[in-house]
């Protein structure tokens, strides 16, 4: 048998919430392992031990929100640097969008403990999203994350099959390989390009390594998530049942238990 896990860790692995959530909720007795509430920090368990989230939990945990942007060039995506404005500063009563379906209003609790999820350049326009939930942040950009990232990108130079070849699979970034990449020409200057992993500036130092130059580059979707009708510079929240991908990712989780 194997050795015992953090709590903690082993809630976060099954998707039920991150981490440093689990530390609070665990704190707050809102936890059961096999029937029993734990409120110890730190404890340890094996892992196939049955965990349970509260019902007070689980309307913590509903309650919490997840908000997509199209974002413009010239806001970064986290904190204020340079500054530069965060696209956070976007989310005004008055530029929510009309393709929101929610029926939600903003409140200011929407935004404690809202962080983008994911990473995207102040170069870069489209969909970044801010979550409050740690489960979504997890399923987007947690480590073993291999959601598909899907942008356009307007470059400068001929592009030829070779170029895209190697955009496709062999390049390498910071001594390491990249993970093979879907790549289609749409016209003369625009290719789409879809990744499973998000390094700093990858697309631009890919596009670079091939003798490319982009002059523009947009992100449409990310996981089951599309920008879609989203005005530029407006928001939305993110309904519940867009999250596809967390429900197949929790069906095969269950399926390796």
């Known amino acids: 048998m194997s050795d015992p896990v953090r709590l903690s860790k082993l809630m976060s692995q099954r998707g039920l919430c991150s981490r440093r959530e689990a530390d609070r909720l665990i704190e ?3 936890v059961k392992v096999n029937g029993e509430v734990v409120n110890t920090l730190g404890i340890k368990f094996h892992e196939n031990v049955e965990i349970e989230l509260t019902k007070r939990a689980q309307a ?7 908000i997509m942007i199209n974002k413009p060039v010239g806001f970064v995506s986290g904190q204020a640097e340079d500054d530069y404005v965060p696209a956070v500063r976007l989310i005004t009563a008055e530029t929510q969008s009309n393709t929101d379906q929610t029926n939600q209003r903003l409140k200011p609790s929407h935004f404690r403990g809202l962080a983008p999820a994911g990473r995207l350049d102040i170069d870069s326009q489209g969909l970044l999203v ?6 979504i942040a997890k399923q987007l950009i947690g480590e ?6 899907e942008y356009l990108v307007r470059v400068r130079g001929d592009i030829s099959d070779e170029q895209i070849e190697k955009l ?68 939305r929240f993110v309904r519940a049942e867009e999250f596809k991908h967390r429900k197949k990712a929790n069906k095969n989780r269950r399926l390796r238990k």
């Open 144 to 149: 073993n994350s291999e959601l598909e990232k």
């Open 168 to 235: 496709t699979f062999g390049l390498e970034l910071d001594g390491k390989p990249l993970k093979r990449a879907k790549v289609r020409q749409l016209n003369p200057e625009q290719l789409q390009i879809i990744l499973r992993e998000g390094k700093k500036r990858q697309i631009r130092r890919m596009c670079d390594a091939v003798g490319l130059f982009v002059t523009g580059l947009k992100r449409v979707r990310v996981g089951e998530l599309r920008l879609g009708k989203l005005e530029e510079g407006k928001w």
């Open 28 to 30: 707050q007795g809102l």
């Open 60 to 66: 913590i945990q509903n309650e919490r929100v997840t």
């Open 130 to 135: 801010l979550t409050q939930d740690g489960r």
